[in-house]
């Protein structure tokens, strides 16, 4: 969903302006110089922080309604290649601690209370939920009932069905291959 110039690539496959604009993030380091090395250091690990757990909570959330969604299509839990252990407790467990780590980890910058760092612990909660509600809005994407959960499309078939699938593409050249020869024998025969 990124601007289409990120995607474009080299001869090599190589996406370069995706590989530039990541490379000129690095410049985020020279905040060392303006605020000091602590004080750089203290603000990418309050901003990494909290996305890891909006992250994490996010999969696990992602999780619970893709079970729902299976299940809800007909499907047995037993076709999963992958089961998780005390479904759906631990996902249940992963979306309440991450929020609630999300929230808390700056908190003591409340008392006394320090507004930059206070900012730089929770800037990423507002920013999460502008980017997440400003992407419903742009591409006018609404949720999908677990009813409407399309799980075939894309699917990745599995190892076994895609070295069948080889074989059969294999013997049918092969058949294709020998029934080239045999038009030319049957030629050769006939002219000569």
């Known amino acids: 969903m990124l601007p289409k110039i990120l995607a474009k690539t080299n001869k090599q496959g190589v996406p370069y302006y995706a590989c530039i604009l990541m490379n000129l993030t690095g410049f985020i380091s020279l905040m060392n110089v303006s605020t000091g090395a602590s004080s750089a250091f203290n603000y ?8 890891t757990f909006i992250v994490w ?90 009813e409407e959960m399309d799980f075939d499309t894309g699917r990745r078939l599995d190892l076994e069905e895609l070295a069948r699938l080889e074989r059969i593409k294999e013997e049918n050249e092969n058949e294709q291959g020998d029934k080239f020869i045999l038009s030319l024998k049957k030629i050769w025969h006939n002219v000569f």
């Open 44 to 51: 990418i690990v309050n901003i990494s922080g909290v996305s």
């Open 57 to 146: 909570g996010g999969i696990s959330f992602i999780h619970i309604r893709f079970r729902n969604g299976w299940v809800k299509n007909g499907r047995s839990v037993d076709d999963l290649p992958y089961k998780s252990p005390f479904f759906p407790y631990i996902p249940y467990y992963s979306v309440f601690m991450n929020t609630f780590l999300a929230f808390v980890q700056g908190w003591s910058y409340l008392k006394p209370f320090d507004a930059s760092n206070f900012v730089d612990a929770y800037i990423m909660i507002p920013v999460f939920f502008i980017i997440f509600y400003g992407t419903k809005f742009y591409f006018k994407t609404k949720w999908v009932k677990y």
